[in-house]
């Protein structure tokens, strides 16, 4: 597909894999304790948020192991936080909130923010810089979420966005029978991703989300216009950056 897609689409809803998504993602696409483990090692974190914290998985782990710390997570999409709040229900330090991080509002302010296949991640190619994907299809709106963001991580704090391997097409076997498969059609500002599981060869999930893509340095800039330098590199699941104190 060719042009932009500033402004279209979806902002990154989940609702069509919602009811699916646990046992898609809890079948090896990603490892939440290896995550959980990268993450305490740039803390500890005493008052913690993650953005598009989805259905619970990774808070109910850190949450879990880390008793003491506050921990907000937001979403946009009712459907994947109704299945977080269930999970995490017995979790008080947990505090939950369907918000779009373009237009975020909490009112309090975090040592640290993360975001693990939320609505920003790296993803890294080989020996090839880091690159930036996003769920926000537009730039503008996407400078709006992280300068919101920016606005919610103290001075000194830290933003943490997950790393992730390359994007291809496939298609294999999950833990519930069914089969997952992804195609992704590149275009000018980034990538078009298609989900899809099939049971027996009827498709019984569909979606389709807009990708943004920025490179390493636009996105080294995009932060650093909002007080934020890149910490050096410690582990294999995040990439930091830290605000000035
Ligand atoms: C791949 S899921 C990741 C969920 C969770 N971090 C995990 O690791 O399981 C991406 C989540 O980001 C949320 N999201 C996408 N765009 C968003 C936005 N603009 N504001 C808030 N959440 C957003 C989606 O609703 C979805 O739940």
């Given at each position: 597909m060719a042009g932009t897609i500033e402004g279209s689409g979806a902002m990154g809803d989940y609702t069509n894999m919602s009811s699916y998504y646990d046992v898609i993602m809890t079948s090896g696409y990603y490892n939440y304790a290896q995550i959980v483990d990268d993450l305490e090692q740039h803390g500890p974190f005493a008052h913690i948020l993650e953005v598009g914290c989805g259905t619970g998985l990774i808070l109910e782990e850190f949450g879990r192991r880390n008793g003491s710390a506050r921990i907000t997570g937001i979403d946009l999409t009712e459907a994947m936080l109704k299945q977080a709040r269930a999970r995490l229900e017995t979790f008080s330090a947990i505090d939950l909130r369907q918000q779009n991080v373009c237009s975020l509002h909490l009112g309090k302010s975090f040592d640290a923010a993360f975001s693990y296949g939320g609505?920003?991640?790296?993803?890294?190619?080989?020996?090839?810089?880091?690159?930036?994907?996003?769920?926000?299809?537009?730039?503008?709106?996407?400078?709006?979420?992280?300068?919101?963001?920016?606005?919610?991580?103290?001075?000194?704090?830290?933003?943490?966005?997950?790393?992730?391997?390359?994007?291809?097409?496939?298609?294999?076997?999950?833990s519930n029978g069914m089969t997952y498969a992804q195609k992704i059609e590149p275009h000018a500002d980034g990538f078009i991703k298609h989900y899809y599981l099939l049971d027996q060869g009827q498709r019984v999930m569909e979606q389709t989300i807009n990708y943004r893509t920025y490179s390493w340095d636009e996105t080294v800039s995009l932060l650093a216009a909002l007080g934020f330098t890149p910490v050096p590199r410690s582990g294999d699941k995040f990439l930091a950056f830290r605000k000035a104190a």
């Open positions: 609505v920003w991640y790296f993803v890294i190619d080989g020996d090839q810089e880091p690159f930036m994907v996003s769920h926000i299809p537009g730039d503008s709106d996407n400078r709006m979420g992280l300068e919101k963001l920016a606005q919610h991580i103290a001075p000194g704090g830290m933003f943490l966005l997950g790393i992730q391997g390359p994007h291809f097409d496939y298609e294999k076997p999950i």
